[in-house]
């Protein structure tokens, strides 16, 4: 699958963090979105945000309104069975691959 025209929102309270993985994403051909706080004006094709603090809530949202997502996460531990993951720090390619997968 090409990323190119795809939306990714990015929600993490980082903003040195969001800076990094917008220019990765970007890079990869996404169409990036970054935010500190949950929430959006139009969904986008996938979300991936930090579980702690902000994931819970919107990831919720996202499963409301049917969007796929990814969490970035420090601690897997506190993160939901069944949810995609990539582990801070990742590795180069890791979240591209991940979002592609979760669109899928």
């Given at each position: 699958?090409?990323?190119t025209?795809?939306?990714?929102?990015?929600?993490?309270?980082d903003a040195v963090l969001l800076r990094a993985v917008a220019r990765e994403l970007r890079a990869a051909g996404w169409q990036v979105d970054t935010?500190?706080?949950?929430?959006?004006?139009s969904a986008p094709d996938v979300l991936l945000a930090d579980w702690d603090p902000h994931g819970p809530l919107t990831t919720g949202s996202a499963r409301k309104l049917g969007v796929p997502f990814v969490v970035m996460?420090?601690?897997?531990?506190?993160v939901l069975p069944g949810v995609?993951?990539?582990r801070k720090p990742w590795q180069p390619g890791e979240l591209d691959a991940a979002l592609r997968a979760a669109i899928r």
């Open positions: 699958m090409d990323a025209g795809k939306r990714v929102l990015v929600v993490d309270d935010r500190t706080e949950p929430g959006w004006t996460t420090g601690n897997d531990a506190l995609t993951i990539v």
